[in-house]
């Protein structure tokens, strides 16, 4: 039975014709030996014909998926790590044809350092917790299956006036910094968000801005926020978007329609973070943060949520160790610091105080700014 009840599932056509987007310096720089040696033989057996495409430089899946016709392919493949599906996607946001290509499944196959959506699906069919070659096994196997269905995305805003399309999380201070300050330890693989955890810890800082948003179920209450009928929604193995109804002309993005502009304050009924210090503030929107980081184990690929996690200022590192240490299992919020708050919303906006710290988009880095998403 699927994975999550209420969800629709499409299958691939068979035989079928994939578009392999392959970073062959991705982790540790064996993902074209890998897609050869394991997936290959798997997806030949499975009659999926591939066409790979190698990337030979920052941002040309980003073109190749924006400028191609892809009425060839059945599906896009994506072999690398999380950066190179957010090129992807944004590429295929940048489409005037947009509504349709969207509607084509993705699929990630993990062969990157950092491969939190390939880890999110690989939980949500409920595999075991795998990493390395078995999790690029298991997600070669959902991908032979066929099956796909929907996956949200949260479309970010920023007051320099970017529009980005993300679909595993944003993140700003203490997270932020690991994963780009540990980008120079990319050959240890996974490893390497270890030893960047531990740099991080010792120089630990504090951030100072605002943070508000929107609570997914009214505070007070219990009943679940009714589903924005405009809110994009996109799919999982992942991503098809459903395209809005309404108003837009053809072509248009969506309208993110629960946000007011950033030069105004937030709507009334949105909460405002009383504290103003943080070590980190990270939106999830699937369950793993990384391969070893179940972060948010309530999230689902199409629950229309943001996972909001923040740690406010004054943690002692100590408590700070015990919490990434529990995040391996997913417990982390059982330990009920007083300083790791956890909120399922709908929207949200950091306004920073100062330009200070890195502000990272699936993984990528982005100016320090007023962002809302």
């Known amino acids: 039975s699927p994975p999550c009840p209420g969800d629709s599932y499409g299958v691939l056509p068979r035989p079928c014709r994939a578009l392999v987007l392959l970073n062959p310096q991705s982790g540790a720089g064996r993902a074209l030996e890998d897609f050869q040696v394991v997936v290959q033989p798997m997806l030949a057996e499975a009659e999926i014909a591939t066409t790979v495409f190698i990337t030979e430089r920052p941002h040309h899946a980003h073109e190749k998926v924006r400028d191609e016709d892809l009425s060839q392919w059945d599906t896009l493949v994506v072999m690398a790590g999380d950066g190179l599906l957010y090129e992807v996607v944004n590429g295929l ?61 949260v479309s970010l805003s920023t007051a320099s006036g970017k529009r980005l399309f993300s679909f595993l999380g944003f993140g700003w201070g203490f997270i932020s910094d690991v994963d780009i300050d540990s980008e120079k330890y990319r050959r240890l693989g996974n490893a390497r968000f270890t030893l960047g955890t531990l740099q991080c810890l010792a120089k630990l800082r504090v951030y100072q801005g605002r943070l508000s948003y929107l609570p997914a179920v009214p505070e007070q209450g219990t009943a679940p926020a009714p589903r924005d009928p405009h809110a994009p929604v996109t799919n999982g193995q992942a991503g098809r978007i459903l395209p809005p109804t309404g108003t837009e002309a053809a072509g248009a993005l969506p309208a993110d329609s629960l946000l007011v502009p950033l030069c105004q304050p937030v709507p009334a009924h949105w909460t405002v973070v009383p504290e103003e210090e943080f070590v980190t503030v990270y939106a999830i929107y699937q369950s793993h943060l990384g391969t070893n980081l179940l972060m948010a184990p309530a999230a689902r690929l199409h629950d229309g949520c943001i996972h909001l996690f923040y740690l406010k200022a004054g943690i002692s590192r100590v408590a700070l160790l015990k919490i990434f240490l529990a995040m391996a299992r997913g417990t982390h919020l059982d330990l009920n610091c007083p300083h790791l708050c956890y909120v399922p919303v709908r929207a949200f906006r950091l306004e920073p105080r100062a330009a200070t710290g890195i502000m990272t988009v699936d993984g990528e880095a982005l100016a320090c700014e007023p962002v809302q998403g």
């Open 93 to 153: 946001m940048e489409r005037p044809d947009w509504e349709d290509t969207m509607k084509k499944p993705l699929c990630i196959l993990p062969g990157g350092s950092g491969n939190a959506l390939a880890a999110s699906i690989n939980h949500y069919a409920g595999n075991d917790h795998v990493a390395k070659k078995k999790l690029l096994t298991n997600c070669t196997f959902i991908l032979c299956k066929g099956l796909h269905t929907q996956m949200d995305l």
